[in-house]
């Protein structure tokens, strides 16, 4: 599975830049929260192309992608701070307690295992260190049936439609920080959470 989502994002890298302008408001909250924390060392799972590298300030960066395509773009947007690698959210080769931050922008309802990621975010975070997940979340109400509509086609894309926040069980581990919801009916959260 990751190694199909990874050749299909190698495909999918070109058109990338046209769904980003669908994503950018949202990072743009995302990046607020980030930019307001002190100088810290952040780890971002399934960096994609890396517009958004900038937007990061301070922060030492290090970005994690399976898809070579993607990260070979990110790379032309590396204003010096960046680390980025080929790796799997999965199976995270940095030791325990590594970073002060992490965050997972549109990935969580990519990857295959969402929750063995978590996982492995609380292992690389230091106590205290902060997890930001911007995603959509199928909420309970009509939009859930756009999204069940949607998910023959979602599957063809990679990443589920339907996806609640209920699945991540792992999530229990973290201390809820905030939670903020924008689009109709709060369709896309960001969540921030922190490792006790
Ligand atoms: C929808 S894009 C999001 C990119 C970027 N975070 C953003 O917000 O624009 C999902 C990215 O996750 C990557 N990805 C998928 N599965 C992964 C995994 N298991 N580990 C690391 N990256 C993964 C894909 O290659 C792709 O670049």
Redesign the pocket.
Same mark, same amino acid.
């Not at 990519?110 to 295992?113: E, L, N, T």
């Given at each position: 599975m990751?190694e199909r989502?990874?050749n299909?994002?190698?495909k999918f890298?070109i058109c990338?830049p046209l769904?980003?302008i669908l994503?950018k408001p949202q /990072?743009k909250i995302l990046f607020k929260e980030v930019c307001l924390l002190p100088k810290g060392n952040l780890l971002?799972?399934? #960096?994609?192309?890396?517009?958004?590298l900038k937007y990061y300030g301070k922060h030492q960066i290090t970005g994690?992608?399976?898809?070579i395509a993607?990260l070979n773009a990110a790379k032309k947007y590396d204003t010096g701070n960046a680390d980025l690698l080929e790796?799997?959210? /999965?199976q995270l080769h940095f030791s325990d307690k590594a970073f002060d931050y992490a965050?997972?922008?549109?990935?969580i309802a #990519?990857?295959?295992?969402p929750n063995r990621?978590l996982s492995e975010v609380y292992r690389v975070l230091k106590p205290g260190g902060k997890l930001f997940i911007?995603n959509h979340f199928t909420p309970n109400n009509c939009l859930k049936y756009v999204d069940k509509m949607f998910e023959p086609f979602s599957k063809a894309f990679?990443?589920r439609s339907v996806f609640k926040i209920s699945e991540l069980t792992v999530l229990k581990q973290f201390t809820l920080v905030k939670e903020v919801g924008f689009g109709w009916g709060s369709y896309f959260k960001l969540l921030v959470v922190e490792k006790p």
């Open positions: 990751t989502t990874a299909f994002y190698n890298s990338y769904v980003d994503l /990072k971002e799972i399934g #960096v994609g192309n890396g517009q958004h994690i992608d399976t898809s993607m790796m799997d959210g /999965k965050v997972l922008s549109h990935v #990519v990857v295959d295992d990621v911007l990679h990443f």
